[in-house]
T-cell receptor, first 119, second 113 residues
Framework: GAVVSQHPSRVICKSGTSVKIECRSL??????MFWYRQFPKQSLMLMAT?????????EQGVEKDKFLINHASLTLSTLTVTSAHPEDSSFYIC???????????????FGPGTRLTVT | GQNIDQPTEMTATEGAIVQINCTYQ??????LFWYQQHAGEAPTFLSY????GLEEKGRFSSFLSRSKGYSYLLLKELQMKDSASYLC??????????????FGAGTRLFVKA
């Protein structure tokens, strides 16, 4: 199947600093990428949908100025957590969606996730 | 408001069939997703339903009834590796014209020999 990578896999940063997480689709083009957050033992929460060449669409309750998303190419989206605080510590996961096929379906592939710890 | 219900845990036997139900309440339904997630790992996309009916993909099938606010994920010929959490998620149109995707708490499936 298609591969999506994330970098870094783990990051520890100090409170007040910013952290950038990269999401790449390695063997396919993804016009749409998604960013999720998952706290320990909790379900996924979709943060935003990122479309190549346009502004990201944020879910209700997600601060767009705090979680900056850039989808500069068909294979790369980045999430920057600005002025991180301990409560931002979480598992951040991206996924990339392939183009819709003739039958109307599309596949969605997840990256391995980035575990962020803010101290 | 939005609400998604799915059973917390299920246990089934290797080789059997298991059905995981998901009921939801939305104001502007725009699609339902099923994901598989093994502990400590990122999820895997399983299916997407936007129209009523059954979508089959190998050992996995997903059913949707929009009028009943109901979906199920059917797993056939269960294997030990199917032990995982299965997440139901619904995309809902919100008042601002955008969308919000709500995830259920997940159903932990234990497959026993």
């Amino acid at each position: 199947g298609a591969v999506v990578s994330q970098h870094p896999s783990r990051v520890i940063c100090k409170s007040g600093t910013s952290v950038k997480i990269e999401c790449r689709s390695l063997d396919f083009q993804a016009t749409t990428m998604f960013w999720y957050r998952q706290f320990p033992k909790q379900s996924l929460m979709l943060m935003a949908t990122s479309n190549e060449g346009s502004k990201a669409t944020y879910e209700q309750g997600v601060e767009k100025d705090k979680f900056l998303i850039n989808h500069a190419s068909l294979t790369l989206s980045t999430l920057t957590v600005t002025s991180a605080h301990p409560e931002d510590s979480s598992f951040y996961i991206c996924s990339a969606r392939t183009l819709f096929l003739a039958g109307g379906s599309a596949e969605q592939y997840f990256g391995p996730g980035t575990r962020l710890t803010v101290t | 408001g939005q609400n998604i219900d799915q059973p917390t845990e299920m246990t089934a036997t290797e080789g059997a069939i298991v059905q995981i139900n998901c009921t939801y309440q939305t104001s502007g339904f725009n699609g339902l997703f099923w994901y598989q997630q093994h502990a400590g790992e990122a999820p895997t996309f399983l299916s997407y339903n936007v129209l009523d009916g059954l979508e089959e993909k190998g050992r996995f099938s997903s059913f949707l009834s929009r009028s009943k606010g109901y979906s199920y994920l059917l797993l056939k010929e269960l294997q030990m590796k199917d032990s995982a959490s299965y997440l139901c998620a619904v995309r809902d149109r919100v008042d601002t014209g955008g969308f919000k995707t709500i995830f259920g708490a997940g159903t932990r499936l234990f497959v026993k020999a």
